[in-house]
């Protein structure tokens, strides 16, 4: 059954709420598939487009620095990957990102050979079997569909923590420890084993590489809205959704002083989990479903940013890394962002401060944040403390999740479609699939798949087939 009447005049009315990655990909995708002219309207609550990708500046020096998403996972090597191809498509130049130094008290360990120096024999015996278990856990093919089913099932299995408990060795636990934590924006015991072992192995280029794009990262969302038919409203909070089976649906939307109410056939809530909470959802079916939908994905993690420009370029690390990971604050990944993005006689240092740290020291002040993280510089970087000509802070807590998929993945129908009676209502997130900015694109482009095939009979492509998990195996 179509979602809405092919022989009405009008184009069909598509809503989609929220203007960060999520919404973006899923109107790229959506005007690609359409057979048919559509009624694309993007809801933003902010005066930008681009959520959490977000490329900032220092105003001391028109210096650039991420003070959101600072990676995208490079996938290529193992198989097809659309967003890396959809980042070439738009001409944008890729930088690639590399680091392999954890510093555990103030020793930088880059190898094997590091471990036995450090730690000894046991810990080297530890780690590798550590390693073995890891990578039979999830083969690189697995960690390439990390999406779908079937690995989610076999990973998933319990805690991390229990997985991490094998290694009795003190420091070896310490040192795998930091490594995952310094990307992860919750504890590493308290994730699944799936999520904690794709977090341990995405630090091996077997598995996935990472890069950035040249100039900024959130020049993306600026490619992607350039190519959009859309039409985008920002500062338009949707605030409340509302429609019975089979009807229409309407949004309620605030725009400063402004409230208006109006209809769509089809509506993708392109939100992250923490904003649900603040959308009302009319009707007693469709707020328990979304209640349902929001309770099993409601794992909030947290991240904390911050960037400092220095007067003076940031000496070269080993192999010319972008980042290394420090032992402070739990584990917490130091990037160095003149490398991805170089900016001549200046320099950028940006900390990633995840999980429980991210949450107790977003209390403090900018000044005193910025004391701690300089605090926790390396020797080779020490000397940067006497360059800081600005410094910049972004609290991200509670803004990701900490158990993309929940404990057990529910059905991807489900997933996407949390009310299968209101059948114009659909959802798209990271927090389906993996935390990223892959996972939101494979949900995007599962939801614009599954609307366009269902609605509007379009071009489909093999993959495309409605209903049988479209791009699950795609990741
Ligand atoms: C510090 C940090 C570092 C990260 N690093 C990486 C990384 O290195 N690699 C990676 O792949 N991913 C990373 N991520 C995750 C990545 O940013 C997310 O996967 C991505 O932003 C999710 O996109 P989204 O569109 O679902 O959500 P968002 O980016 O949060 O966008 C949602 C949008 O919806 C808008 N909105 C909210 N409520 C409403 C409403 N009621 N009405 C209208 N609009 C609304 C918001 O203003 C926002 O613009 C990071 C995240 C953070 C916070």
Same mark, same amino acid.
């Given at each position: ?38 009624? $694309? @309207? ?6 930008? *487009? ?21 990676? *995208? ?51 080297? !015996?530890?780690?590798?079997? =550590?390693?073995?278990?890891? !990578? ?22 319990? !805690? =991390? ?22 990307? #992860? ?5 308290? @994730? ?32 992607? @809205? ?7 409203? $920002?500062? &338009? ?13 309407? #949004? ?32 007693? &079916? ?77 209390? *403090? ?57 209101? !059948?114009? *209502? ?9 935390? @990223? ?39």
């Amino acid at each position: 059954m179509s979602l809405w009447s092919s022989d009405s005049n009008r184009p069909p009315r598509v809503a989609i709420v929220g203007g960060g990655p999520g919404g973006l990909f899923t109107a790229w995708h959506l005007e690609r598939l359409a057979a048919t002219p559509l009624s $694309l @309207t993007i809801f933003e609550a902010t005066s930008r *487009l681009g959520g959490k990708v977000c490329t900032a500046s220092f105003t001391a020096a028109d210096v650039r620095y991420e003070a959101g998403a600072a990676e *995208l996972y490079d996938y290529s090597p193992v198989g097809h990957d659309p967003l890396k191809d959809l980042v070439r498509q738009v001409g944008l130049p890729m930088v690639s990102l590399g680091g392999s130094v954890v510093f555990v008290a103030g020793r930088p360990i880059a190898n094997l050979d590091d471990i036995v120096e450090a730690y000894g024999e046991e810990a080297r !015996r530890e780690l590798t079997s =550590f390693d073995i278990r890891a !990578r039979s856990g999830i083969t690189p093919a697995e960690f390439y569909g990390s999406g779908s089913d079937h690995v989610a099932d076999a990973a998933a299995g319990g !805690r =991390f923590a229990a997985m991490l408990d094998g290694i009795s060795c003190r420091k070896a636990r310490r040192y795998v420890d930091v490594m995952i934590h310094s990307d #992860l924006a919750t504890e590493v015991g308290e @994730t699944n084993c799936g999520y904690g072992l794709q977090n341990y192995l995405m630090n091996d280029p077997a598995y996935m590489r990472l890069y950035c794009i040249a100039g900024g990262n959130e020049q993306l969302m600026h490619a992607i @809205t350039a190519r959009l038919a859309a039409q985008v409203r $920002l500062g &338009t909070v949707v605030t409340e959704v509302a429609g019975g089976p089979e009807e229409t649906l309407r #949004l309620c939307l605030r725009a400063g002083d402004n409230l208006q109410v109006e209809e769509f056939d089809v509506v993708i809530l392109a939100l992250p989990i923490d904003a649900f909470k603040r959308v009302r959802f009319a009707g007693t &079916t469709l707020a328990d479903a979304m209640r349902r939908h929001v309770e099993h994905h409601d794992h909030p993690a947290h991240y904390l940013r911050v960037s400092v420009l220095l007067d003076r370029p940031v000496p070269s690390l080993p192999g010319d890394d972008a980042y290394l990971m420090l032992d402070a604050f739990g584990g917490t990944c130091l990037y160095v962002e003149s490398a991805r993005d170089p900016c001549g006689s200046h320099g950028v240092l940006g900390w990633l401060l995840g999980g429980a740290a991210a949450v107790e020291m977003a209390v *403090l002040s900018d000044e005193a944040l910025v004391a701690a993280v300089l605090g926790s510089l390396p020797a080779p970087l020490a000397a940067c403390r006497d360059h800081v000509v600005e410094s910049r802070v972004h609290r991200w807590t509670g803004a990701v999740s900490a158990l993309p998929g929940g404990w057990v993945r529910r059905p991807a129908d489900l997933r996407h479609r949390p009310s299968p009676v209101h !059948r114009g *209502l659909f959802v798209v997130g990271d927090y389906l699939y993996d935390s @990223t900015l892959n996972g939101v694109f494979d949900s995007a482009e599962h939801v614009a798949d599954w609307v366009t095939a269902e609605s509007l009979g379009a071009r489909l492509s093999a993959r495309a087939t409605p209903f049988i998990k479209p791009t699950e195996a795609s990741h």
